[in-house]
């Protein structure tokens, strides 16, 4: 018999009264140096569990190699910080996450071929996931709460009543884990809409819904799908996410911590998405994609009850006082906010153009029209593309299919536009200097898509190339992973302004490591790493301003700030400063 059970409504734990208090926290989005420090915060608000995802994308980034299970993805030490805190877990291993993850959680070398039917009983797709699922469920056995681990709980699927009705898929999931030894109790979770939970629900599994508001009404929904059984909200939405260029997200605590005590005086259990929403490192954001591509940022604060740096928040100490109404509260004072880097200026004196740097960072691919980045073998981040150009004069480039996402243009090494995704982009009027110029186009992937039927969708540049109507022929394609920064020959800059994209390196001193905010003023776009640790993107389109910097990503002493500045800029100084800046706020 699993742990965790069902009433008629409500839950029993080891054969005792048990009502889940649960907060969503990614292992994936914290620096791992960190779990041990969000998990008692977790505990400290009078949580009894968390939650998270697992991202297969990044536990099995080649079909045909190990899951991977160690730094960011080492699942099973955050599972025994987790048992040690004395939480519950419960687990979301999808195999589709959402969460706002590139390509929600999808490898990319399973949807990048069109013929397979993802989320489906497509024995192409659930072939791929029993393969991943044999390789990942043997390092999760000992964390089962049938071993006396702390995992209570697995969700078969993710919010599937909002995507398809393909039943055989979901119990073809359900039989998965159970044939592999997965003895827990098994849920589906779904927004609170009737033809939703129909459509993603299972019989002999829990049914679970998503919410932020409408308490009685959502819950209302959830007992007329299920006349009896608990009611647990899976995803009570606390805040959001943000897109570039859009608002920074909150919602106001009083608002939500109402709600909440609305969820717990109704008997339901829940879990608050997020707890702690962290940080999108590097390139791992997801995007929307309706009627236009919305890439989201790379901070994931969410205005959680702990912010993107820890810091217990106006939610955290609301929400401590409502689950204390409900349940008891450990009698531990609230952790204190912690400590910061004092504000130090970098001055960035090295400097290294991108450009001439493609031949000997990345081997080129010949081809007659550009190929896409997963053609490359490149599922993240950049790709450039080089031909020539053998008329002269004014014209029109055109962009057959356009670009995925955003991509820059060159001729004879100066810019000439941009193109982009969300804009729907695919001419580009240009000035050709002289017959033979050289035509470069630098593509960047800006997230994979997250959520809907446009997962998967390509990279790069997606058709043929045409100048004044002639199609270019004769490409240089080179994936640019960007991945080894020690291979960039750094010279000292002159202060001149830099018009092209470049690479900029300063050194800053450290006494004591602590949480850190990247401010750069005078900067466009790009990537910024510290230490060699990619802190994801930034852009003055906002909506945020910073990028956190983790203590753990420091050192006492000499530190390495590194940018990729792919506009050009007047500016040759950074600022590490003591407070976030996410941008203006849109209060829902």
């Not at 910080?81 to 195999?95: C, F």
């Not at 002269?392 to 055109?398: A, E, F, K, P, V």
């Given at each position: 018999m699993p742990a965790l059970t069902t009433t008629s409504d409500g839950f029993l734990l080891h054969g005792e009264p048990f009502r889940i208090i649960s907060g969503a926290l990614h292992y994936f989005r914290v620096h791992p140096g960190l779990w041990s420090d969000r998990l008692r915060k977790a505990r400290l608000m009078g949580l009894n569990a968390v939650e998270t995802y697992i991202p297969w994308n990044h536990h099995q980034p080649d079909p045909d190699g190990p899951v991977v299970l160690d730094g960011f993805l080492?699942?099973?030490?955050?599972?025994?910080?987790?048992?040690?805190?004395?939480?519950?877990?419960?687990?979301?291993?999808?195999?589709f996450i959402c969460a706002e993850w590139d390509g929600g959680g999808l490898p990319d070398w399973l949807t990048s071929d069109p013929d397979i039917r993802l989320r489906s009983s497509d024995p192409r797709f659930t072939g791929a996931v029993d393969r991943y699922l044999d390789l990942l469920l043997p390092a999760l056995r000992p964390h089962l709460a049938a071993a006396g681990g702390p995992v209570i709980a697995v969700q078969v699927e993710n919010e599937y009543g909002a995507y398809g009705d393909d039943s055989a898929y979901l119990k073809h999931l359900a039989d998965a884990f159970r044939s592999r030894g997965v003895e827990e109790l098994l849920f589906t979770c779904d927004q609170a809409d009737p033809e939703h939970l129909a459509a993603g629900s299972l019989p002999g599994v829990l049914t679970a819904s998503t919410f932020g508001s409408r308490v009685e009404q959502n819950l209302?929904?959830?007992?007329?799908?299920?006349?009896?059984?608990?009611?647990?909200?899976?995803?009570?939405w606390i805040g959001w996410f943000d897109h570039w260029g859009g608002p920074h997200h909150v919602r106001d605590a009083a608002d939500a911590a109402a709600d909440l005590d609305r969820l717990l005086s109704a008997g339901a259990s829940v879990n608050i998405y997020m707890f702690h929403g962290g940080t999108n490192f590097g390139l791992t954001n997801g995007a929307n994609h309706k009627h236009a591509y919305e890439p989201t940022i790379t901070s994931y604060d969410y205005d959680a009850a702990l912010t993107e740096c820890g810091d217990p928040g106006p939610k955290y100490h609301?929400?401590?006082?409502?689950?204390a109404r409900h349940a008891a509260v450990p009698d531990e004072p609230v952790p204190d906010p912690g400590p910061k880097l004092p504000p130090t200026d970098v001055e960035l004196d090295g400097l290294a153009a991108l450009l001439p740097l493609v031949g000997a960072l990345a081997t080129p691919v010949r081809t007659d029209d550009p190929v896409t980045m997963g053609e490359l073998g490149q599922h993240t981040g950049y790709a450039l593309y080089r031909t020539v150009l053998a008329a002269?004069?004014?014209?029109?480039?055109?962009?057959?299919?356009?670009?995925?996402?955003?991509?820059?243009?060159?001729?004879d090494g100066a810019p000439v536009g941009v193109l982009e995704r969300e804009r729907h982009d695919e001419t580009l009027p240009v000035r050709v200097p002289r017959p033979g110029a050289t035509l470069e186009v630098l593509v960047e992937n800006m997230g994979g898509v997250n959520y809907g039927p446009r997962i998967g969708s390509a990279k790069g540049l997606l058709g043929p190339v045409s100048f004044n109507g002639t199609v270019l022929r004769g490409w240089d394609c080179h994936a640019l992973p960007l991945d080894d920064l020690d291979a960039v020959p750094f010279i000292p800059g002159d202060g001149a302004a830099v018009t092209v994209p470049a690479f900029h390196r300063g050194t800053f001193e450290v006494i004591a490591p602590a949480d850190a905010f990247l401010s750069l003023p005078g900067w466009t776009k790009g990537q910024a790493w510290v230490n060699g640790f990619q802190l994801g993107r930034y852009w003055n389109r906002g909506p945020q301003r910073t990028l956190y910097v983790p203590a753990p990503v420091l050192r006492p002493g000499t530190n390495e700030l590194v940018l990729l500045e792919l506009h050009g800029s007047t500016a040759t100084r950074a600022q590490?400063?003591?407070?976030?800046d996410l941008g203006p706020e849109n209060t829902w």
């Open positions: 080492d699942l099973p030490r955050f599972l025994g910080l987790a048992r040690d805190e004395g939480l519950h877990v419960l687990l979301r291993p999808g195999p209302g929904r959830l007992r007329a799908h299920r006349s009896e059984g608990p009611l647990f909200c899976a995803e009570f609301a929400f401590r006082e409502v689950i002269s004069g004014d014209g029109l480039l055109h962009f057959a299919g356009g670009v995925g996402d955003r991509a820059q243009v060159f001729v590490l400063t003591d407070t976030p």
